[in-house]
T-cell receptor, first 119, second 113 residues
Framework: GAVVSQHPSRVICKSGTSVKIECRSLDFQATTMFWYRQFPKQSLMLMATSNEGSKATYEQGVEKDKFLINHASLTLSTLTVTSAHPEDSSFYIC???????????????FGEGSRLTVL | AQSVTQPDIHITVSEGASLELRCNYSYGATPYLFWYVQSPGQGLQLLLKYFSGDTLVQGIKGFEAEFKRSQSSFNLRKPSVHWSDAAEYFCAVGYQAGTALIFGKGTTLSVSS
């Protein structure tokens, strides 16, 4: 089946540094990837939508200069949290839409998530 | 605005008892409907999905869900709950193929012995 891999699964960084999270579709091409954020004991909130080869579309209230999203290929999207602060600590989950038949089902395939802790 | 409502924040069920988790959505047409389960610190696991056809959908781990258009609902059920079912359950809706899913706030399931 369609597999999405996220890396790293856990990362701890110092305040002020930048952290990059990778999201890869392993066995399918993903024209569109979505990045979600989940605070403890809360639901998933959509941060942005990225389409391969174009700029990401950010949801209202999400700082595009802080959360840089790059979708340079059909199998890789990256989220870079720039100048991270403790309030950026969260669980980040990516999801991908496939092409062809699997893309027409409406189903998204989710990565395992990345837990970011900013000290 | 399109939304997903999970009315129950926390449910406790005895092991072996039946379970029903509620989900309602707001949308004029039939959306794509999903139920996911999340264990603490883990990612999402898809339990089942509905796109069209038979309104009673079977999923993994003995779960099923029924789409009721008249009630805009997609409730998740399991006839006999196991202790390992304790987790967070999310209902999610997609309004067009390939668009981002909108998630409900989740229902925490606790299983008592």
């Amino acid at each position: 089946g369609a597999v999405v891999s996220q890396h790293p699964s856990r990362v701890i960084c110092k305040s002020g540094t930048s952290v990059k999270i990778e999201c890869r579709s392993l066995d399918f091409q993903a024209t569109t990837m979505f990045w979600y954020r989940q605070f403890p004991k809360q639901s998933l909130m959509l941060m942005a939508t990225s389409n391969e080869g174009s700029k990401a579309t950010y949801e209202q209230g999400v700082e595009k200069d802080k959360f840089l999203i790059n979708h340079a290929s059909l199998t890789l999207s990256t989220l870079t949290v720039t100048s991270a602060h403790p309030e950026d600590s969260s669980f980040y989950i990516c999801s991908a839409r496939g092409t062809g038949d699997i893309g027409n089902t409406g189903e998204l395939f989710f990565g395992e998530g990345s837990r970011l802790t900013v000290l | 605005a399109q939304s997903v409502t999970q009315p129950d924040i926390h449910i406790t069920v005895s092991e072996g008892a039946s379970l029903e988790l509620r989900c309602n959505y707001s949308y004029g047409a039939t959306p794509y409907l999903f139920w996911y389960v999340q264990s603490p610190g883990q990612g999402l696991q898809l339990l089942l999905k509905y796109f069209s056809g038979d309104t009673l959908v079977q999923g993994i781990k003995g779960f099923e869900a029924e789409f009721k258009r008249s009630q805009s609902s997609f409730n998740l059920r399991k006839p006999s709950v196991h202790w390992s079912d304790a987790a967070e359950y999310f209902c999610a809706v997609g309004y067009q193929a390939g668009t981002a899913l909108i998630f409900g706030k989740g229902t925490t399931l606790s299983v008592s012995s």
